[in-house]
């Protein structure tokens, strides 16, 4: 097969911006030639329009490129480009019959061809995507990331067998299969950094599939490790879709940390960034953020979040969880009735996150024998899955089946005392604390009638857990509870008296490092390298800072500062 022709001096140049992430510099130079140069030109565009998160351009010069392959009988070409179409068309949101449609046009032309060729192997890289992140079928994405690996290694092709370890690793860790998975993932990012992949998308994604594990996996320190790396590598060329994604994926692991006033800044910047964004992505933000206004009580502004998100697993749980808040437990129930036959078997993680819900809308109706089965498929899940977050909510979906609110003078309480006690010690374990802190409450509620003093005890060790994070909240119906109780007070609670003033926002320990070094008027690059920390970590705690105080500025929080006695 002949090489293809040399690249005109406008392409060239085009190429030299995209390698130096200039991207709207790459559209501006190919914007007036891309008729004249033809496909080539348009796929070059479709890239600069990618990164540029301008889905309706991207789209636009795909389908130009394939139609001017398919008209010059190049069919490597447009297969190439259907493939593209195939993921980007379920990225800025045409569907998954779209995408489908484009990757098996795609499949059908490759047929016309020898192979393997490095074609057949990204056919095979997207359509594994597709499987595993749109239409949520495990099984298919397994079989095509092991076709892109033996692609990638019979073709001597590096970056396409990294890529579809990546996507294998990830699958793994979907199916339940976590260390198997984690490792596949750690080879696939040692890979992919070390220059084995030279196209920094795949970088990019292959970093952030490991983040995405960790999420999943609810291994929080690593998962904040590497959305530092990947961070850095963002701010570094200036990928800015993969930035946003990151940042995503971060804020994720910080509310799930119990860290969520970090969390809310993130997400609230994210969405901004992708006000006018197609992209699939925003969909996982705004679940998170309705996540984080639900558990804050913020109940009208969770309802209208999850709405956006339509019918994913993740918003119809959010919306359930809503309901039942507000004392709504039969249409809670109708949302997750049927959730459970449109999860995959085999997506042990999806089929994880959402059965303690389940449970919960299940006991709070009234569906008892659906409660059970639901908590007995966590149980097992928990046992397969051998993480402690999984082990925490079966402990938590037995104790709400032993004991449902109001029950006395049964066996059930005994049941889900013990069950509480156990999910307590698993999420401390995972580092879950705000989970943690709400198995003492109710193990702390069964206790109190019988045992007053022990009860006080679980309430006193949730609080201690919550003022370590940013859950305020939280914080405060633990305190409630204590006052409540007749116990010690709410500074005796923290364990030999709080650090902040009654009535007092709550400052995490580092945050109050940072305020005190703010109100002596050092700038966020000073008290970064005081506190040796990153700038963009200093910005963090100030935000959260300005967010707990209320202030509008550093200097009115510095004022406040003084005059309330918080440094």
Known sequence: MRPPPPDSPALAAARRALDEAQWARARGLLRPVAEAEGAPAWDLLAEAAWWLDDGSACLVAREAAYRLYREAGDVRGAAAAASALGYDSALFGQGASVASGWLARARRLLAEVDGPLPEHGWLAVREAELALQVTHRPDAAHEAATEAVAVGRSLGRADIEHVGLGLLGLVEVTRGRVDAGMELLDAAVAGALSGEVGDVMWVGKVCCWLVGACREAQDLARAVEWCERVDALCRERDLAPLFTACRIQYASVRLAGGHWLDAEVELVAALERMRDSRRATRADAVVQLGHLRRRQGRLAEADALYAQAGY??????????????????????????????????????????????????AVAAGRHDEAERGAGELADLAARLGTDAARGSAAVARALVAAPAGARGTEGPD?????????????????????????????????????????????RWAVTTLEAVEAPEVLAQARGMLGADGADGADGAAGG??????????????????LRLVAGGASNARIARELVVSEHTVHRHVANILTRLGEPTRGAAALRAVRDGLI
């Open 497 to 514: 008296g709080s650090a902040h003033p009654a009535g007092s926002p709550v400052l995490t320990p580092r945050e109050v490092e940072v």
């Open 415 to 459: 049941a889900a005392r013990s069950a509480w006690r156990a999910a307590a010690r698993s999420f401390h374990a995972a580092a879950l604390p705000v989970e943690a802190a709400e198995a003492h409450l109710a193990l702390a509620r069964l206790l109190a009638a019988d045992e007053p003093g022990s009860a006080a005890d679980e309430v």
């Open 312 to 361: 994913t697993p993740g918003a119809l749980v959010g919306r359930a969880l809503v309901r039942l808040a507000r004392g709504e437990p039969a249409p809670a129930w109708a949302l997750v009735a049927g959730l459970l036959e449109d999860v995959a078997p085999t997506d042990l993680m999806t089929r994880a996150a959402v059965l303690l819900p389940v449970v919960r809308c």
